[in-house]
């Protein structure tokens, strides 16, 4: 457990995470937020623990928006969809109901039946609270890359990772569209199961954001582009425990949470 919390605090520390007063500092600048970004695969930077940034491009976007401004939120609304210009990132009635991806036979070799399985729960989490559709499309994991435009998305295991996990956003492009699932994710993580972390990621698919960005408060603020569906939550499957959250079992989709994805997704 302390290694997978270390890893995520690495990651929430790319905005700032600090305490209650960590949005009262001056923002670092652009050569120290660049200089502590992690650069994942091709051209794909991860910030706030586990969430995709396309391109050097996209990460000064980021920052400019976000980092820079030093903006705080608030706790007027559970559940928070990633909100931008005014509109909520979602996908489509259709699309929502089609989200096919492969799981990579050859990265996770061994452990393709484990992750086979703890996709096919994850998934099954959402679908049965929101009119969502996660389809496993088998027929392309021998061949499941990032460039695989047979399905939406792809599964796929690395290793070494600082994340234990890492997914993305509805308005992702292809390239980005994937869930990377670090090795250390099968071994022990303490009350964390695969299948909860999984659980999580697919918010992250969906569109949802960190619950813990809803209040400064937390300590891991990350930025106002947010919109909240429900009462902030702290036991909330969107929840980093270390970001003050209450949940100390495994990560599960609490009554709130459920009632925001299915005022999302009806």
Request: glycine share 10%.
């Given at each position: 457990m302390r290694k997978l919390s270390m890893a995520l605090l690495a990651g929430v520390a790319l905005v700032g995470c600090g305490g209650p007063e960590a949005s009262e500092k001056a923002p670092m600048s652009w050569e120290e937020f660049r200089a502590s970004a992690i650069n994942d695969e091709g051209d794909v930077f991860v910030v706030n623990g586990d969430?995709?940034?396309?391109?050097?491009?996209?990460?000064?976007?980021?920052?400019?928006?976000?980092?820079?401004?030093?903006?705080?939120?608030?706790?007027?609304?559970?559940?928070?969809?990633?909100?931008?210009?005014?509109?909520?990132?979602?996908?489509?009635?259709?699309?929502?109901?089609?989200?096919?991806?492969c799981i990579s036979s050859s990265s996770f070799g061994t452990r393709y039946?484990?992750?086979?399985?703890?996709?096919?729960?994850?998934?099954?989490a959402w679908e049965a609270t929101a009119n969502v559709n996660f389809i496993h499309s088998s027929s392309y994991d021998s061949s499941c890359?990032?460039?695989?435009?047979?399905?939406?998305?792809?599964?796929?295991?690395?290793?070494?990772?600082?994340?234990?996990?890492?997914?993305?956003?509805?308005n992702s492009s292809r390239s980005?569209?994937?869930?990377?699932?670090?090795?250390?994710?099968?071994?022990?993580?303490?009350?964390?199961?695969?299948?909860g972390v999984l659980r999580h990621e697919?918010?992250?698919?969906?569109?949802?954001?960190?619950?813990?960005?809803?209040?400064?408060?937390?300590?891991?603020?990350?930025?106002?582009?947010?919109?909240?569906l429900t009462n902030y939550d702290s036991y909330s499957v969107m929840h980093y425990p270390q970001c003050r959250g209450?949940?100390?079992?495994?990560?599960?989709?609490?009554?709130?949470?459920?009632?925001?994805?299915?005022?999302?997704y009806p």
């Open positions: 969430e995709a940034v396309e391109g050097e491009q996209g990460l000064r976007e980021y920052y400019d928006a976000f980092v820079a401004n030093g903006d705080v939120g608030s706790s007027e609304g559970s559940l928070a969809v990633y909100y931008l210009s005014g509109r909520d990132v979602k996908y489509s009635a259709t699309q929502a109901r089609n989200l096919t991806y039946s484990t992750m086979v399985s703890a996709m096919n729960s994850a998934a099954a890359t990032a460039s695989q435009t047979g399905v939406f998305f792809d599964v796929r295991m690395v290793s070494g990772q600082s994340y234990t996990a890492r997914a993305f956003f509805p980005a569209r994937n869930v990377l699932v670090d090795s250390s994710a099968f071994g022990n993580m303490g009350a964390w199961t695969l299948t697919l918010g992250h698919v969906l569109g949802f954001r960190h619950e813990h960005t809803r209040l400064s408060s937390t300590g891991c603020y990350e930025d106002a582009n947010w919109r909240g209450s949940q100390t079992g495994d990560l599960v989709l609490t009554s709130m949470d459920k009632t925001g994805a299915r005022a999302l």
